[in-house]
């Protein structure tokens, strides 16, 4: 478990630990095939950027409204969908 600090951001560190990048890390250090899992010692020796406290705030808050913005054009696809298979209906059923 990692405690909070001045140093460094934890939602940074949990968008870097789902990244492509870490995955791969973790990845190499992997052991077992029905269970894989990695060791405290191999955990150690993961590769973490860690930009300035600013600049991670700042990656933060960009991935936030991106994963807002995301959101939000889901709900609008399914709002559309729905509009869409409604008009749809209409033309063909009546």
């Known amino acids: 478990m990692v405690a909070p600090k001045d140093t460094y951001n934890l939602s940074y560190l949990y968008e870097f630990l789902k ?3 870490a995955i791969s890390q ?3 250090f992997m052991s ?3 269970y894989p899992a990695i060791t405290n010692k191999d955990l150690k020796k993961i590769l973490i950027p860690l930009p300035p406290l600013k600049i991670q705030n700042a990656i933060v808050e960009n ?3 991106k994963k807002s913005q ?3 054009l889901k709900q609008l696809a399914e709002t559309l969908r729905k509009e ?3 008009e749809f209906e209409k033309e063909v059923f009546e």
């Open 84 to 86: 869409a298979l409604e």
């Open 63 to 65: 991935i936030n409204e």
């Open 19 to 21: 990244s492509p990048i």
């Open 26 to 28: 973790f990845e190499l």
């Open 70 to 72: 995301i959101k939000e």
């Open 32 to 34: 077992g095939a029905l």
